[in-house]
């Protein structure tokens, strides 16, 4: 048997697979309830979900794992979100009344937009709509007015 080649339930070193771990089998979880009111509190800081791993010792894959597997947690992911943005948010206020020393506006423009989805708005205004022609399968092609575009 070649090394490319490794019958089923092997590695291509020939050493048997090791099964995959059923549910309730392996390391038990170190989920403890009381981090879903932990994560509320460290995100309403203005602080990441993915910090929060960090601030416990374990892997991000770890609280997303959590996330799936703890209904509690999931949601409290979700308020912990809208608390950080409510901090972003009121950080960005009182910047813009002159309330923080120092502030650095271009970080804190990146981080909502990184963070949070906000987005620079263009506004584009079409003001002439012209006629197409429209090819068809059939190889024949149809001609819409401005009109027939617009809908």
């Not at 309830?33 to 010792?57: K, N, R, T, W």
């Not at 429209?134 to 009109?147: N, S, Y």
Request: aromatic letters at 12%.
């Amino acid at each position: 048997m070649s090394k490319e080649e490794a019958p089923f339930g092997y590695t291509r070193a020939g050493k048997p697979r090791k099964r995959p771990a059923r549910p309730g089998e392996g390391k038990p979880s170190s989920f403890k309830p009381e981090y879903c009111e932990q994560l509320i509190q460290y995100m309403s800081g203005g602080l990441s979900f993915e910090a929060f791993a960090g601030h416990l010792g374990v892997a991000v894959s770890t609280i997303w794992q959590w996330e799936q597997e703890h209904e509690k947690f999931a949601e409290a992911k979700k308020v912990g979100y809208a608390l950080g943005l409510e901090f972003w948010e009121k950080l960005g206020r009182n910047a813009a009344a002159g309330k923080v020393p120092n502030f650095n506006a271009t970080v804190w423009i990146f981080n909502m937009k990184n963070r949070y989805q906000w987005r620079d708005r263009h506004e584009i205004q079409v003001k002439k709509i012209q006629p197409a022609i429209v090819e068809r399968l059939d190889g024949g092609t149809i001609e819409l007015t401005a009109e027939e575009v617009k809908e």
